[in-house]
């Protein structure tokens, strides 16, 4: 079956440097990867989505890379601010089946 | 308003009830999910509808039901709840078109106790 990690120990950074998130998945080749962002007591809110052939795209100061190689997705954002502080859940679909697996996510902590 | 609403937002049960979790968009999606998240298992998929006419199994569909009464309203039902369906329930909704795009919106989510 599908599985899908992410650091499930919180990532704790000074405001200003780089924050960079990890996903890892086994098996199966996932069409796209989405990111997405989850405050406290809300549901996710979508970031990002990288598809199989693209190495890397760019939002603003989100950056995330897409390496099926190595069956890895890395999440970035620069100049990371404490309004940046919440959980970052990766999702991967199975060849546009639309049928979504998450990871467990890492809350990021931005301090000022 | 809000294009993905949950009724209700929070509920407190009795093992052994029937509860109804509903779910309703106004986005035009033909695409419906329902989710449960647990602290450290992330979301997991208990069903999803493609159309009304569409329903499928996602991957922890035991102990639970869904309706898709129209296109804009998905209700997942616990027929007899039990205490390790504790969780946060999110209903989500994607476009699927062929771009490859559909991200999903998602629901505030019902926090449900099951004692």
């Known amino acids: 079956s599908q599985k899908i990690e992410q650091n499930s120990e919180a990532l704790n950074i000074q405001e200003g440097k780089t924050a960079t998130l990890t996903c890892n998945y086994t098996?199966?080749?996932?069409?796209?990867l989405q990111w997405y962002r989850q405050d406290p007591g809300r549901g996710p809110v979508f970031l990002l989505l990288?598809?199989?052939?693209?190495k890397e795209k760019r939002k603003e100061r989100l950056k995330v890379t897409f390496d099926t190689t190595l069956k890895q997705s890395l999440f970035h954002i620069t100049a990371s601010q404490p309004a940046d502080s919440a959980t970052y859940l990766c999702?991967?679909?199975?060849?546009?089946?639309?049928?979504?697996?998450f990871g467990s996510g890492t809350k990021l902590n931005v301090k000022p | 308003d809000a294009d993905v609403t949950q009724t209700p937002r929070n509920r407190i049960t009795k093992t052994g009830k029937r509860i109804m979790l509903e779910c309703s968009q106004t986005?035009?999606?033909?695409?419906m999910y329902w989710y449960r998240q647990d602290p450290g298992l992330g979301l997991r998929l208990i069903y999803y509808?493609?159309?009304?006419?569409?329903?499928n199994k996602g991957e922890i569909s035991d102990g639970y039901s869904v309706s898709r009464q129209a296109q804009a309203k998905f209700s997942l039902s616990l027929e007899s709840a039990i205490p390790n369906q504790t969780a946060l329930y999110f209903c989500?909704?994607?476009?699927?078109?062929?771009?490859?795009?559909?991200?999903?919106?998602f629901g505030p989510g019902t926090r449900l106790t099951v004692l």
């Open positions: 989500a909704t994607s476009m699927g078109d062929q771009s490859g795009l559909n991200e999903q919106f």
């Open positions: 098996n199966y080749s996932p069409a796209y």
């Open positions: 990288i598809r199989e052939n693209e």
């Open positions: 999702a991967l679909d199975l060849y546009n089946f639309n049928k979504f697996y």
């Open positions: 986005k035009g999606h033909d695409r």
């Open positions: 509808s493609f159309d009304v006419k569409d329903i």
